[in-house]
Structure formats: structure tokens, C-alpha cells
């Protein structure tokens, strides 16, 4: 079937909430979104994926809920890493331009 690929964009919830954080660093949180749709059009064609994940938290060694909780945040890292390994895969072909939200937690951090 020739050369294909899969191009997964990780990004996060951060361009949802009003924050200190640099308004650059957000724009480009909410980019994501439109590149890997853009993307995907553009590579589809030549059976390469885009798809975006947009977990609500990582385990960022430097926030303050992460150096609290670093065996829960390790957990979610090895789950996110498991639906990338998933997006990989064969059984996720028809996925092709979509943002997948992740919500690790019932209610936002």
C-alpha cells in the first residue's frame, strides 16, 4: 500500500481559561487545532494521519499539582502515551483531522 504515517499533535486545554501565561503560548495551544485539520487535508491523500489529543493535564514537573500528585500525574502520562500508541495503529485509520479532548480527572484542574 506504499508509505504511510501517523502525526500525532499533543496539545492542551490551557487556551480554555483565563490565565497569566503568555498570550503567545495560548495562541499557539489554539493553533494546534487548525494545523493538524489543515494537515490532515493536505496528507490524507498520501495516507498520512494528523490527529490532535488535548489532555487537561500532563504530569509537568513544574506545577504545583503535578509535585503534589506525581504518581497520579505518571498514571495519566502512561495513559496518554497508550492512546498515542493506539492513534498509531491500524485500528484507528478512519481517525484522520480530529481533536480528541482527554479529560484525566471529573471535574478541571
Known sequence: MGISGVVVNIHSTIFNKATSISPHYINTKDNIENITSELASKFGK?????????????ADINSNYSKKNFGEMKDMDDE???IIAFLSTDLAKSFNGFVIPINMFNNEI
Do not use: L
Not at 498520501?46 to 500532563?58: A, D, F, G, K, L
Open 80 to 82: 496518554i502515551a497508550r
Open 46 to 58: 498520501h495516507n498520512i494521519r494528523v490527529v490532535s489529543i488535548r489532555p487537561n493535564v500532563t
